[in-house]
């Protein structure tokens, strides 16, 4: 116990000090932040408080629907980033010759990104909240299982983006589809309802829709645990189905580079 | 008791055609890289690994570093088998590959040997200690606090050096690991290599260097397309010369450098 929590601080002191030393990255993150929450600002402002989708405001809406897919993409993003610099650099391979076992490494590495991305999103909520009004009215347990839950989802979806890397030198595919491909599914900038019924029921097998739906009820709307208990739940039983799926994936394509000696390929 | 034993160990790189493979040349086939090699190294022995490119010294590195998979026979390093226990095997072995970049380029030297040995598991008190030690003994003092994105590629090596060997490991791989030192240096590597087989420390070292094999090393395997053409001891009055002279008549390479030593006038 004391080894690993010795290791999540090294890997977290690695990547607070590059962070840090990559000066310029910190300040364009938060220009690009409050960039993008000024045209949501403005655009809800263009279109008027008469669009009030799922009954609340239209830029508290935008606010969540975008900061949580945002989270789910960057934290995608941000472990494939990680593989992909190992694969470049051959720190991939040397890391998986060292004492600690590649699924704790994993694990704990992942800490460290998601850390990063809650981060940005707290930023991107708070910013929204105190810069650009957005009027909330939180229950705050049920916002903290909410992005437990997504936490988690997020976390598989990094795994299997990193498994799609190491098997396919092609990590950056899944990432297209999450970044491009599923965005107007999940109910980011629009209702789902506004779809057609075919495309609707396709929103129900994206986890986006229902964490993006239950962050909107917990953090907007108030709604206790208990209000939102099926939505969660469905959160649940994608986080409980994936997660094994992508650590058995990770498992499976690190021992099969490991035969081909396609540790470093990217 | 042998620290490192391949036995009938054979690997083998398969080429797979990529998807949607028709519309381009991609080559498939396979690559035999080591074709039942057996071998054993004991405690305290140096073992240089000769042989052209492509003779499998690297693949025999990375199959004892567990990096690789054998696809026959078994690979045991302490008694632990590398496909079973790989776990157990990698806290006894410290590798340093001969292009070594692989470091966390805005982390100072110290900084990465510090990431990497909490990851190997070096106890927190001592882990200040042997840094500082690995560091002196690569000739790195004055780049402690460097970061490596700023370091040259002998510097890089050094840094491989100094990280495989802060873990103290019991089994020391080195692939051409002077490949980009300055002549001190190399010496100086030599030096800490008789000291960490005296030390009981069972190193494998791939070089192209006949001089550096026998300048350092207690036994010889040359290897030629996967297979050993000898392993043996070596005798201590063996020079590079001999070692050349043996590569050269066991491979069956022609060394380009005798006619221009003969033209030079100097004894071959």
């Known amino acids: ?266 | 008791m042998d620290q490192v034993v391949f036995e009938s160990v054979t690997k083998i790189f398969r080429h797979r055609p990529a998807l949607f493979n028709w519309v381009g040349r991609e080559r498939t086939g396979e690559t035999l890289a080591l074709k039942n090699v057996s071998f054993s190294a004991a405690r305290g022995e140096v073992v240089a690994l000769l042989g052209p490119n492509g003779s499998g010294k690297t693949s025999t590195l990375k199959l004892i570093s567990t990096m690789l998979l054998a696809d026959a026979g078994s690979v045991c390093v302490g008694g632990f088998d590398a496909q079973r226990e790989a776990g157990k095997v990698r806290r006894q072995v410290g590798i340093a590959v001969a292009t070594e970049r692989s470091f966390f380029p805005r982390l100072s030297a110290r900084e990465n040997l510090d990431f990497f040995a909490t990851l190997d598991e070096v106890p927190r008190p001592d882990r200040a200690r042997r840094i500082e030690e690995v560091l002196h003994d690569t000739g790195l003092e004055e780049q402690t606090d460097t970061l490596v994105m700023k370091f040259s590629t002998g510097m890089y090596q050094r840094l491989g050096l100094a990280r495989a060997l802060v873990k103290r490991p019991a089994v020391l791989l080195l692939d051409e690991p002077t490949r980009s030192l300055d002549a001190a240096a190399s010496t100086h590597l030599w030096i800490t290599i008789r000291a960490l087989a005296r030390q009981r420390t069972a190193v494998l070292l791939a070089t192209h260097n006949f001089t550096e094999a026998a300048a350092v090393a207690s036994r010889l395997l040359l290897l030629h397309r996967g297979e050993i053409l000898t392993y043996r001891s070596l005798r201590s009055d063996e020079s590079a010369d001999d070692l050349r002279a043996l590569y050269f008549r066991l491979t069956g390479e022609v060394d380009e450098s005798q006619p221009a030593i003969q033209r030079a006038g100097m004894p071959s």
């Open chain 1, 1 to 266: 116990m004391n080894s690993s929590l010795d290791k999540l601080l090294a890997i977290l002191r690695r990547d607070v000090l590059t962070a840090i030393r990559h000066r310029s990255g910190f300040v364009v993150t938060l220009v690009g932040v409050f960039t993008e929450l000024a045209a949501f600002y403005y655009l809800s402002r263009a279109i008027g408080p008469g669009f009030r989708p799922d009954g609340v405001a239209y830029f508290p809406f935008l606010l969540v629907g975008t900061g949580l897919y945002t989270f789910f993409v960057m934290s995608a993003q941000a472990f494939l980033s990680v593989v992909q610099e190992a694969q470049q650099t051959g720190t991939l391979e040397v890391l998986m010759t060292t004492s600690t076992a590649p699924g704790e490494l994993v694990i704990l590495s992942s800490i460290s990104t998601f850390a990063g991305s809650l981060t940005n999103l707290a930023v991107y909520l708070f910013a929204g909240i105190a810069v650009f009004r957005a009027a909330i009215h939180a229950d705050i347990s049920s916002c903290l299982v909410v992005l437990a839950l997504s936490l988690a989802i997020a976390l598989a979806l990094g795994i299997l983006a990193a498994t799609f890397q190491v098997a396919f030198h092609k990590g950056s595919a899944l990432l297209w589809l999450l970044g491009s491909g599923l965005w107007f599914l999940s109910g980011t900038m629009f209702p789902v309802q506004s779809l057609p019924r075919p495309l609707q029921l396709l929103s129900r097998a994206v986890p986006f829709t229902y964490a993006i739906d239950a962050l909107r009820g917990a953090l907007l709307e108030g709604r206790s645990i208990g209000a939102l208990a099926p939505t969660l739940a469905a959160l649940a039983v994608f986080a409980i189905a994936l997660l094994p799926l992508a650590l058995c994936g990770l498992s499976l394509s690190l021992r099969r580079a490991r035969q081909c000696g396609t540790l470093s390929f990217y």
